[in-house]
């Protein structure tokens, strides 16, 4: 695949591998509340009709 698109050479070796991350730091930290996913979604939407995207 990275003949194709050189830009994949640094993503090939990560897949198939899961990681797992932890927002705890940056909620308490920052005092961060994340945006529910209908929240998220909905602001995309309104966001990508803005801007002609769709």
């Known amino acids: 695949m ?3 698109n050189p830009s994949l050479k640094t ?3 990560s897949l198939g591998k ?3 991350y932890d927002n705890a730091r940056i909620k308490t930290t920052l005092d961060w509340k994340p945006r529910s996913l209908e929240e998220m979604s909905v602001s995309m939407a309104e ?3 803005e ?3 769709v």
């Open 2 to 4: 990275q003949y194709f």
């Open 11 to 13: 993503i090939i070796p």
């Open 18 to 20: 899961r990681r797992d």
């Open 47 to 49: 966001s990508m009709i």
């Open 51 to 53: 801007f002609g995207v």
